[in-house]
């Protein structure tokens, strides 16, 4: 019976993969679409810094800035299938973030006026493979969709095209969002230890705070260098959060952070400037050697902190900001948030968020 079971289980997958490829395909490039969540218009489409515009960028950060973090596509379609198609360049694996994170999607349709998960694309777990086709999401009611599409968060991308049944339609949609906020930050806000695109702290601020968020997380190497500043004068936002604290040193923060923010103010002069306060490493409570590396960031940023609100105006500093909870159940390895540190942060960061922007009329 078990053996009968088995075998009739096969046969129906070979029929609904039939099926599919009997309905066909018609893939349409993504840049075709609209492509949101970009620091500026320039570059490559699916690059989110154009790294030319930077003669302070190392090279080494030039190759992170042409990841597509935090870039996702917008696009209408009446189709009850859709399908991406993807070539990225050679890429590492993360040990703390899941692939769909790295190399994958996830897509999310507009349901009863919210932005409501819907699926993923998955790529082969092969790390040498460069080339995937996978679904997003499949037997959808008919009727148009509004869909939104959040593009790998650690990898560079060659082509992406978006496949619909044949004959239906896909079409751009405008920008969903009102606001621009651009995030500065490490590998907290690159994202590492999210289970998928659209599911890092950024990104679910940009759909709750109805704004476009632009990611330049750079993991491990966001030290306060000159290179972030001359991104952030040459470009405009609403505002900038910068999560600047968790890479430094205490002595690179006491030596760099004034003078990061009064470059930036001399440029933006009333943008307000949110700085986030870096996680307490829960793994610090046993690890005395980080647990004093993890005080004393915080120290320092604290310290600091204080006298920049006091000398420049429109300055901010969210103390709790990446408060993971007492029970250190909210990071992957004592400093990357799970999905449920990541609920927790928000729950502590957003109100606060809102209450600044919501004094400069961003709401």
Same mark, same amino acid.
């Not at 917008?74 to 399908?83: G, I, L, P, Q, W």
């Given at each position: 019976? $078990? ?17 599919? /490829? ?28 154009? !790294? ?6 190392? +090279?080494? &950060? ?8 935090? =870039?996702?596509? !917008? ?17 590492? =694996? ?29 790529? $082969?777990?092969?790390? #040498? ?5 996978? +679904? ?12 939104? @599409?959040?593009?790998?968060?650690? !990898? ?20 969903? %969002?009102?606001? $621009? ?6 590998? =907290? ?14 990104? *679910? ?15 491990? *190497?966001? $030290? ?12 405009? #936002?609403?505002?900038?959060? %910068?999560?600047?604290?968790?890479? +430094? ?11 990061? !923010? ?21 793994? &610090? ?22 006298? @920049? ?5 429109? @300055? ?15 990071? @992957? ?18 109100? /606060? ?11």
């Amino acid at each position: 019976m $078990k053996r009968l079971f088995i075998v009739a289980v096969a046969v129906v997958a070979v029929v609904i993969s039939a099926t599919a /490829q009997e309905r066909g395909l018609s893939y349409v490039d993504a840049s075709t679409l609209t492509i949101i969540n970009k620091i500026h218009d320039a570059g490559k489409p699916l690059e989110r810094l154009d !790294v030319e515009r930077y003669s302070s960028l190392t +090279p080494a &950060a030039a190759k992170v800035f042409r990841h597509s973090t935090g =870039l996702a596509l !917008v696009f209408r379609t009446d189709s009850r299938n859709v399908y991406v198609r993807w070539s990225i360049h050679p890429s590492k =694996l993360r040990a703390n973030s899941p692939d769909i994170y790295l190399r994958g999607m996830d897509i999310y349709l507009r349901h009863e006026g919210q932005w409501t998960f819907a699926g993923v694309a998955r790529p $082969k777990t092969d790390p #040498a493979v460069v080339d995937f086709e996978a +679904p997003l999401i499949r037997n959808m009611a008919d009727g148009e969709k509004e869909c939104l @599409v959040y593009l790998p968060a650690y !990898v560079q991308i060659k082509s992406l095209e978006i496949g619909v049944d044949e004959g239906s339609m896909i079409k751009a949609a405008p920008s969903p %969002f009102k606001h $621009k906020i651009v995030f500065i930050g490490s590998s =907290l806000t690159h994202g590492e230890g999210a289970p998928r695109p659209g599911a890092n702290y950024v990104a *679910q601020l940009g759909r709750r705070l109805n704004a476009e968020t632009p990611n330049l997380g750079h993991s491990g *190497q966001c $030290k306060l260098q000159q290179h972030f500043v001359d991104i952030v004068c040459d470009n405009k #936002a609403d505002a900038f959060i %910068f999560d600047a604290f968790s890479n +430094p040193t205490a002595d690179i923060i006491n030596e760099r952070l004034y003078d990061f !923010v009064a470059q930036i103010r001399a440029k933006h002069k009333k943008t307000p400037l949110i700085f986030l306060q870096t996680v307490r490493r829960t793994g &610090a409570m046993f690890d005395l050697v980080a647990k004093k590396r993890n005080d004393d960031q915080r120290a320092a940023a604290e310290k600091l902190m204080e006298q @920049v609100c006091k000398d420049f105006k429109n @300055v901010y500093f969210i103390n709790n900001a990446f408060d993971t909870g007492a029970d250190n159940e909210g990071t @992957v390895d004592n400093s990357h948030l799970t999905d449920h540190g990541i609920y927790r942060v928000l729950q502590i960061m957003e109100p /606060q968020l809102r209450e600044i922007l919501s004094h400069h009329g961003i709401k």
